[in-house]
């Protein structure tokens, strides 16, 4: 899934909308340290009170936010495990009657806390629906397509929440117009921030991929790999950050350690590029670079003496995989830092070749090209000829 394709479908989590209905929502509330399901409750979800609704409606939205291959993932499901994920969520969304949906989903949360404890209670909260996509916009000459010509997919998505218990407080009863103490013992669920979750099936260009999940991380760069491989029974994955921390680490094995600004510049520039036009086209699958395209961008930014075996040969030994492939989109950074002991900066990638660290009278400077004036808490700086 893209960007595009997630986007597409949390928008649609909105009350009274018809291009997504959900069935059910299915709550069950998980005790700390023994994983004991103390109780749970399927009901629809026009049933409950409408600001109940909302509430659950910003927590499966929660779910479906946050940077790809980075807080959310699309997982392959491994073809080799028994009892398998696949199969239970696969054969959920053929069931018809809501108890048999049910068993589905208490054998997913007995898998769950069959692997972690946590040391508060949870509640994992199950949605089926069906998601609905036009095939087409509505032709206002002939009024053929919108809403009359719809993709139909059906769909579950789950949200692990946790618990916590309230503290005592004060309160003032407007009522009574007494200040009286809060003893409640109710715990309160935090929706707002979801442990973990998933959507299956995965969508791409609209069509539902039951071969693949969507992962959501509680934070980012952080996925929970116990979760992944034992739970969802899917393929380890790498996050954007580990990726681009690989990334950096081949480019210093290819370049050396010391390296003109302008050719950091020029790398990030041409990947940069790659991202722009691949979104520019609207193409569905992010753009990757294998040892080739590094062997070509490192050559196009100025670096000497680049060919495919010392490229190669990086690769083996950083990630000792000569066939692997960087997603473009998590190696370019929103920012670079540059620190020293008397300043850090922090600026644009594409500004990078605006920077160049020289000697000047026997000592190290950074000298920083800028296209306009300098203000310094409000005060314009004069400039200096040297």
């Known amino acids: 899934m893209n960007k595009k ?9 909105k009350l009274d909308n018809y291009l997504l209905k959900i069935q059910e929502i299915f709550n069950v509330y998980v ?21 109940t609704q909302e509430l659950f409606l910003k927590n499966f939205k929660k779910v479906l936010t946050g940077p790809l291959d980075g807080k959310l ?19 959920s969304l053929q069931a018809e009657e809501t108890e048999e949906w049910i068993e589905y989903m208490l054998e997913m949360v007995r898998k769950m806390y069959a692997h972690t404890v946590y040391e508060f209670d949870t509640v994992v909260t199950f949605v089926r629906g069906e998601y609905r996509k036009q095939t087409r916009k509505r032709d206002l000459e002939s009024e053929e397509g919108g809403d009359d010509e719809v993709y139909s997919s059906p769909f579950i998505l ?6 916590n218990q309230p503290k005592k407080s004060l309160t003032f009863d407007y009522i009574e117009k007494e200040f009286r103490s809060n003893n409640s013992i109710d ?3 935090h929706l707002d921030s979801p442990l973990s ?39 380890e994955i790498m996050t954007a950050q580990e990726d681009k921390d690989s990334f950096e680490l081949i480019l210093k094995e290819v370049m050396g350690e010391k390296v003109d600004s302008r050719v950091i510049s020029n790398v990030y520039e041409e990947i940069d590029k790659m991202v722009q036009d691949n979104e520019e086209n609207e193409e569905s699958e992010s753009p990757k670079l294998d040892s080739r395209d590094i062997e070509r961008i490192l050559t196009v ?16 030994s950083v990630l000792d995989d000569e066939k692997h492939e960087f997603k473009a989109s998590s190696l370019v950074p929103k920012s670079i830092n540059i620190n020293t002991k008397i300043a850090d900066v922090s600026i644009n990638p594409k500004d990078l070749k605006n920077v160049k660290y020289i000697m000047y009278q026997g000592k190290r400077c950074l000298l920083l090209e800028v296209d306009d004036d300098v203000i310094v808490e409000g005060f314009r700086l004069e400039s200096e000829l040297l």
Not at 5 to 13: E, G, S, T, V
């Open 5 to 13: 394709d997630i986007a597409n479908i949390r928008k649609q989590f």
């Open 31 to 51: 005790k700390k340290e023994s994983g004991e399901i103390y109780h749970y409750v399927s009901q629809p979800l026009e049933l409950m009170e409408q600001e």
């Open 73 to 91: 993932f699309e997982l392959k499901f491994r073809g080799d495990a028994e009892e398998s994920t696949q199969r239970v969520l696969f054969e």
């Open 158 to 163: 789950c949200s692990l929440n946790k618990t």
């Open 187 to 189: 715990p309160i669920i």
């Open 197 to 235: 979750g998933f959507l299956f099936p995965a969508f791409n260009d609209n069509a539902a991929d039951v071969n693949h999940i969507l992962y959501c991380s509680g934070k980012v760069n952080q996925p929970d790999i116990t979760f992944i491989e034992d739970v969802l029974n899917c393929e």
């Open 301 to 316: 930014s100025g670096v000497e003496n680049v060919d495919a075996p010392k490229v190669e040969h990086a690769l083996k």
